[in-house]
């Protein structure tokens, strides 16, 4: 529900979560329409720290790792900074939103005077928080306001049904339909100086908390449990693609940078699926997961671009990107926890292997194949790899050596710096085979010499095997003794021998539709009570496990143009 100007709310407090910006952001928009239509007097900006996405998941890895916490400090920190720019703050919390916002209800008025505004998720672990946070806040007469703000295409403009069961399970038809039908909104201005201004008068806890600020990671580890691994900071690697910098000011820069300074975007299509440096691909991906950045802003800057320079296959390819993210976000609102389940939607019971050195050595790249090891082993040094390893390490894992997807999809949530919950475990079950489309094996050895010709990639992360010449080094088990003396390597002992999985496991069981109850313990799912409504605000999102609907048909209809602009460039 929407609070019109006529409504006495006295405080707005905005609870960022995963939407650290200012430009085009619906809750900033939001209070500072109702501060200017005279219904809030004062806004009051909050971030928690919430001990729940740091502590360790149910297979052992902290859920934040030591990249994506710095990351995610440096954003909070930049927004703070931005904040005070227009006159207001930040405050940061230590601990959990549902403690500290019911301390934050003015305390004169009526009740229902203080309106918490907050951005909606849809994977349960997040909803959970949603609830908690609800709760504690009608207990003290205030309410929480959830507003959706982080897909390209609103929730409220998809041609599907409100509950999403006609949603296609294949992205083309879901991007067809999108293009053909929906239109991105424009972006929500930039709030002004003095748009969102501060109670005039704070308890002394209050103030002294505005004054706070985290400085290191570290920090946090006041937050983990004993025992727990703690968060320490970790230089960056010089082999990096990029010193990614968190926070809306450097992503505005780096949008910027491969837009108009550079003209990199003109030729996307041919360098995206490179491997080494900076500027093979846009980079986007961490400042869009955690909000930095709108996904709207690129999508009118890039039709901006294609106005005053060129229009070309690459540059439809930035957008074209941005669907597949709404694709799997809007998948997990229709799926829910099925997409954590061990059979994902599909509903398809797999034998699993179990083989923790097996793991542990994918983990490590130590596999004796050397594209997948140098891929994890710059994800381990760096927090980031590229599309195409990502692609090539998940099928290794799932459909080569027959391991559980989960692992590998917890893995990568312990350590990607643009980790979000739709796009990471929505591409693993994909990668596992378990969304009901094709199954995309990949052909390692083939990708390796399809992407990194001349080794150059598998020399920067795995240095055993650098004197070993093109096409040997895709292929290392294939040199002879002479070979190995000769290139400084031996196989089996320098580098590891290749290893050897059962190969993509068999069904096991009896078919069954909803999960076995035994994944992640996240998703949301259509049966929470997301609704589409003119008000832009959502009410009743409780956590639902299950899914949304019946599967999905194409979506989409005739029409006398091109489907997409996809089907325009081939």
């Known amino acids: ?45 909050l971030f928690c720290f919430d001990p729940r996405f740091l502590r360790a998941s149910k297979w052992g890895n902290a859920k934040t790792g030591p990249y994506r916490a710095q990351f995610l400090l440096e954003s909070v920190l930049d927004l703070k900074q931005r904040l005070q720019g227009l006159g207001s703050d930040l405050l940061l919390h230590l601990g959990q939103p549902e403690e500290v916002l019911p301390g934050l209800v003015a305390g004169e008025g009526p ?9 909606a998720e849809v994977t349960s672990e997040e909803i959970t928080v949603e609830r908690k946070v609800r709760a504690a806040l009608a207990a003290v007469g205030a309410k929480l306001e959830l507003h959706w703000g982080p897909s390209l295409y609103h929730l409220e403009d998809l041609p599907f049904r409100e509950d999403l069961a006609d949603m296609p399970d294949v992205f083309t038809p879901f991007k067809n339909a999108c293009e053909s039908k929906c239109q991105v909104r424009p972006c929500l201005p930039t709030p002004v100086k003095g748009a969102l201004p501060l109670p005039a008068a704070l308890p002394q806890q209050l103030r002294e908390q505005l004054a706070y600020r985290p400085i290191r990671i570290e920090d946090f580890n006041c937050l983990l449990p004993k025992g727990h691994k703690q968060l320490a900071t970790i230089p960056p690697d010089p082999r990096g693609v990029l010193d990614f910098k968190g926070g809306e000011t450097a992503a505005l820069a780096r949008l910027k940078y491969y837009l108009w300074e550079t003209d990199l975007i003109a030729t996307y299509f041919e360098t995206r699926n490179g491997m080494v440096g900076g500027d093979y691909s846009s980079k986007f991906a961490p400042w869009l997961s955690h909000g930095c950045l709108s996904p709207r ?56 292997a179990s083989d923790p050195e097996l793991l542990r050595r994918w983990k490590e790249g130590r596999t004796g194949w050397p594209l997948v090891d140098a891929n994890m082993r710059e994800l381990a040094a760096t927090g980031f790899m590229s599309n195409r390893g990502r692609q090539n390490v998940a099928s290794f894992l799932a459909l080569d050596l027959g391991l559980d997807w989960r692992l590998g999809a917890d893995w990568f949530e312990h350590l990607l710096i643009d980790y979000d919950v739709p796009s990471n ?23 390796s010499k399809d992407y990194d010709l001349n080794g150059d990639y598998i020399r ?21 003794r ?9 196989i089996g002992s320098d580098y590891p021998a290749a290893v050897k999985g059962s190969g993509r496991p068999a069904a096991g069981g009896s078919e069954r539709r909803g999960g076995s109850g035994v994944g992640r313990g996240r998703g949301g799912g259509m049966g929470g009570g997301h609704s589409k409504g003119s008000s832009g605000a959502y009410r009743g999102m409780a956590a639902a496990g299950g899914r949304g609907g019946a599967d999905g048909g194409r979506g989409g209809g005739r029409s006398f143009r091109a489907r997409s602009t996809f089907d325009m460039y081939g």
């Open 111 to 119: 009740p229902g005077s203080t309106v918490v505004l907050a951005g």
């Open 1 to 45: 529900m929407t609070t019109g100007p006529g409504t006495s709310n006295k405080r707005a407090v905005l609870w960022f979560r995963n939407d650290l910006r200012l430009h085009d952001n619906v809750i900033v928009h939001e209070a500072a329409r109702r501060v200017k239509a005279g219904s809030v007097a004062e806004v009051l900006p």
């Open 425 to 447: 475990w929505g591409n693993w079950v994909a990668a596992a085979g378990l969304t009901g489309g094709r199954v995309n094996k990949f052909n390692i050895t083939k990708q």
């Open 460 to 480: 920067r992360w795995v240095p055993e095997l650098a004197k070993v010449p093109a096409p040997r080094i895709h292929e290392p088990w294939l040199m002879s």
């Open 482 to 490: 002479q070979e190995q003396e000769a290139y400084g390597v031996q």
């Open 297 to 352: 802003t690129v999508y009118h800057e890039v039709k901006k671009y294609e106005a005053q320079r060129v229009a070309n296959k690459s540059t439809y390819w930035v957008i074209f990107e941005l669907i597949w993210r709404d694709y799997f976000r809007f998948y997990a609102l229709k799926h829910g926890n099925c997409i954590f389940f061990p059979e994902g939607p599909a509903g398809r019971p797999v034998r699993w």
